[in-house]
């Protein structure tokens, strides 16, 4: 498993958790020791990213994923939106086919079949027209 992939997972757990407990996912990372120094680093850049653009992420998650009230979807989900939507719109060194694959593959492994299909489809949908959204 890449380094990347590792960091995303392990921003993944911090959001996740962060959500569940209504903290801040930032906070609770940092209250918890380091592993390998160049994995920790991209996983507190991704939750300083997604901490900082959570209601453009979460407006962007209402508005193109038709029929799911976002308290009504997953929360693994909703996070994995989040945390991937941040990468495609603000990770500007990554290939966008690179974070929708990482982010179906983390879905079909954490999440469902069916939860894959549709994160493709809604990361699919920002990848097009990203240029026009920020």
């Known amino acids: 498993m890449s380094a990347r992939r590792k ?4 921003a993944l757990d911090f959001l996740y958790e962060g959500d569940l407990r209504n903290a801040s996912p930032l906070e609770l990372y940092k209250g918890r020791e380091s592993q390998e120094l160049s994995q920790e680093l991209y996983v507190e850049q991704l939750l300083n990213g997604v901490q900082m653009h959570k209601e453009k992420l979460d407006e962007l998650i209402m ?3 038709q029929g799911w009230d976002m308290d009504r979807m997953p929360a693994i989900d909703r996070n994995l939106l989040r945390l991937s ?19 179906v593959e983390i879905a079909a492994e954490l999440s469902t079949v069916e939860s894959s299909s549709y994160l493709n489809g809604i990361l699919g949908r920002l990848a097009a027209i990203k240029d026009s959204l920020l």
């Open 7 to 10: 960091a995303r997972k392990r």
């Open 63 to 65: 508005t193109y994923a």
């Open 85 to 103: 939507i941040y990468e495609l719109l603000w990770e500007k060194d990554l290939d966008d086919k690179i974070v929708i694959n990482e982010a």
